[in-house]
Structure formats: structure tokens, C-alpha cells
């Protein structure tokens, strides 16, 4: 791939992205990172991006030409308390859809999302073991005396109210999980699902790893718009329970990927789609 290649690449990713890894660049143009780094360089002299630890952002002046640039999320998530509190009805409508997928002796495991933490807050008290990195959902269990709650250690964050690092990924290997229940940052519409950092994506990539089946709880809110880190395609997916899916181009790709679409919004078509795989 000639330089001029390269570097027009790194722009489409920058502007659908806002910004670039040179890990991921390495991998998308198949060349060495110190080529990358070059390249990086070069486009910053041109003053069309702007380089950061590990990556790239667009150049401020360029920022307006970014799709969605509204949309596009800070390096860091807003604290955990505060999210608690945003699209508080869409993520109680998917937490009841996806107790459907919950059986008494099942062993799951529940990310640190504010979705998840609201999954926690509706389960019934019967025989479940449940393994999580959270915090706060620790906290809602323990009074549920019939759930076997066991907490993924690690380096604690007070900002997302959750332990993470190589630590909490450990334990995982011990168990067997029959599910996970998670959310992300996004869902692009390059097939990819994204966090907000990458410590958080190769943790959520350790837990799918580690589990039998992958329940993605996600609102409508956070379909096809930027964020950082990838986690995994949507095709390593089963299920994908949301308040609402209106775009039909993006509902026919996840269909084409085998992913089983739980739209809240049709609940008939959601049962059946239950009936069909659970039974």
C-alpha cells in the first residue's frame, strides 16, 4: 500500500471515529507501527490531525467536518452516579426483557454498565450465581439472599464504581458461565462494538471469552455513533436486547450476522424470537 494510500485510510478512520489507534492501523494497513508513526507525523505537519499517546484525534480546526460531532464522547465517561440517571426507562424496559433469559441455577456474569446494574436491580431472588466487577451491583445483591454473589477484584475505579485490570479478569477462567450480560459505548456502523477506553474493551473481551452466551443490553441512544475502543464484532453476539432498533439497514446487517434482535418496541416479534431460540 503506497504512503498516499495509507494516509487517506487514516483519515476515513479519523473522520468516522474521531480518532485512531496505531495498533488498529497496523492491523488495517498491514504494516510495521513505526510506518504508522510516520505517517501520523507526516499528517500532523499538515495539520489535519493532532497525535496522542498511543493515537491520533483530529485536528481542531477539522473537527467540524467530523460526522455526528455532537455525538462523538470524551475520553472519559461521565462518573457512574451520573449515568445512573440518564435513559432511565429504556434501561429498565431491556433490564425486564432480558430476565426472560435468566433460570433459576444459571451462572452469569454482569459487566459494570448502568444497564447491568438495573438487570441486578430486577432479579428475583431465587438460585443464581452471579460474578460482576461492579461495585454497585455487589451492593444490590446482597440483600437477596438466595443469589451466590462473587465480586471480580482488582484495581478499584471511585469514577465508574468498578474493579478493573489484569486482576479482575483472573477469576474468570474458574467458572462456568453460562451467560454474560453487557453493554458497550457503541455500536458502529463499521460492524464493531466500542467502549470508552481500552483497559474497559479487553476486559469486556476477557468476559465474552469466558462465556457461553452473549446477551448485549443496549438502548437506542448508542446505536451507529463513534467511541474509542474496540470490544469485538457484533457477529461474536447472540442476543442484542434494546428499547427500540428503527434503522432497518442496521437491523437486516445484524440479522445477516446471526444476531437475534430483541426490540422491545415489538414486543411480538421479540417473543417469538425468544420461543424460537430458548425453547
Same mark, same amino acid.
Not at 473537527?63 to 461521565?78: A, Y
Not at 454482569?110 to 446494574?117: A, K, N
Not at 477462567?173 to 460492524?191: A, P, Q, R, T, Y
Not at 428499547?243 to 445477516?256: T, V
Given at each position: &500500500?503506497?504512503?498516499?494510500? %495509507?494516509?487517506?485510510?487514516? &483519515?476515513?478512520?479519523?473522520?468516522?471515529?474521531?480518532?485512531?489507534?496505531?495498533?488498529?492501523?497496523?492491523?488495517?494497513?498491514?504494516?510495521?507501527?513505526?510506518?504508522? %508513526?510516520? $505517517?501520523?507525523?507526516?499528517?500532523?505537519?499538515?495539520?489535519?490531525?493532532? %497525535?496522542?499517546?498511543?493515537?491520533?484525534?483530529m485536528a481542531a480546526r477539522h473537527q467540524g467536518n467530523l460526522p455526528n460531532k455532537n =455525538?462523538?464522547?470524551?475520553?472519559?465517561?461521565?462518573?457512574?452516579?451520573?449515568? &445512573?440517571?440518564?435513559?432511565?426507562?429504556?434501561?429498565?424496559?431491556?433490564?425486564?426483557?432480558?430476565?426472560?433469559? /435468566?433460570?433459576?441455577? $444459571?451462572?452469569?456474569?454482569?459487566?459494570?454498565?448502568?444497564?447491568?446494574?438495573?438487570?441486578?436491580?430486577?432479579?428475583?431472588?431465587?438460585?443464581?450465581?452471579?460474578?460482576?466487577?461492579?461495585? %454497585? /451491583?455487589?451492593?444490590?445483591?446482597?440483600?437477596? !439472599?438466595?443469589?451466590?454473589?462473587?465480586?471480580? !477484584?482488582?484495581?478499584?475505579?471511585?469514577?465508574?464504581? $468498578?474493579?478493573?485490570?489484569?486482576?479482575?479478569?483472573?477469576?474468570?477462567?474458574?467458572?462456568?458461565?453460562?451467560?454474560?450480560?453487557?453493554?458497550?459505548?457503541?455500536?458502529?456502523?463499521?460492524?464493531?462494538?466500542?467502549?470508552?477506553? +481500552?483497559?474497559?474493551?479487553?476486559?469486556?473481551?476477557? &468476559?465474552?471469552?469466558?462465556?457461553?452466551?452473549?446477551?448485549?443490553? /443496549?438502548?437506542?441512544?448508542?446505536?451507529?455513533?463513534?467511541?474509542?475502543?474496540?470490544?469485538?464484532?457484533?457477529?461474536?453476539?447472540?442476543?442484542?436486547?434494546?428499547?427500540?432498533?428503527?434503522?432497518? +439497514?442496521?437491523?437486516?446487517?445484524?440479522?445477516?450476522?446471526?444476531? =437475534? /434482535?430483541? $426490540?422491545?418496541?415489538?414486543?411480538?416479534?421479540?417473543?417469538?424470537?425468544?420461543?424460537?431460540?430458548?425453547?
Amino acid at each position: &500500500m503506497l504512503p498516499i494510500e %495509507r494516509q487517506r485510510h487514516i &483519515m476515513e478512520e479519523l473522520n468516522l471515529h474521531g480518532r485512531v489507534l496505531v495498533g488498529e492501523l497496523v492491523k488495517l494497513c498491514r504494516v510495521s507501527q513505526e510506518t504508522i %508513526r510516520r $505517517d501520523l507525523s507526516h499528517l500532523e505537519k499538515k495539520g489535519l490531525l493532532q %497525535r496522542s499517546h498511543g493515537g491520533a484525534v483530529m485536528a481542531a480546526r477539522h473537527q467540524g467536518n467530523l460526522p455526528n460531532k455532537n =455525538n462523538i464522547q470524551s475520553e472519559h465517561e461521565s462518573p457512574f452516579r451520573l449515568r &445512573m440517571n440518564e435513559n432511565t426507562q429504556a434501561k429498565t424496559i431491556i433490564a425486564k426483557r432480558a430476565l426472560a433469559f /435468566i433460570s433459576p441455577g $444459571d451462572c452469569i456474569l454482569l459487566d459494570s454498565s448502568t444497564t447491568c446494574w438495573f438487570l441486578a436491580r430486577q432479579l428475583p431472588d431465587i438460585e443464581l450465581t452471579v460474578l460482576t466487577n461492579s461495585l %454497585r /451491583i455487589v451492593q444490590t445483591l446482597a440483600v437477596k !439472599g438466595h443469589i451466590r454473589t462473587i465480586c471480580l !477484584g482488582g484495581e478499584y475505579s471511585s469514577h465508574n464504581e $468498578d474493579f478493573n485490570g489484569v486482576v479482575t479478569a483472573q477469576p474468570l477462567k474458574e467458572f462456568l458461565i453460562n451467560k454474560i450480560f453487557f453493554s458497550c459505548s457503541s455500536l458502529g456502523n463499521d460492524g464493531y462494538l466500542r467502549a470508552i477506553n +481500552e483497559n474497559n474493551a479487553n476486559l469486556k473481551q476477557q &468476559m465474552l471469552m469466558a462465556s457461553e452466551r452473549k446477551y448485549l443490553l /443496549i438502548d437506542a441512544g448508542k446505536f451507529l455513533r463513534p467511541s474509542f475502543a474496540r470490544i469485538c464484532h457484533y457477529r461474536d453476539v447472540e442476543f442484542l436486547v434494546t428499547d427500540s432498533l428503527s434503522n432497518k +439497514e442496521l437491523k437486516q446487517e445484524l440479522a445477516w450476522n446471526g444476531v =437475534n /434482535i430483541i $426490540d422491545c418496541s415489538q414486543r411480538h416479534n421479540a417473543v417469538q424470537l425468544i420461543n424460537h431460540h430458548e425453547i
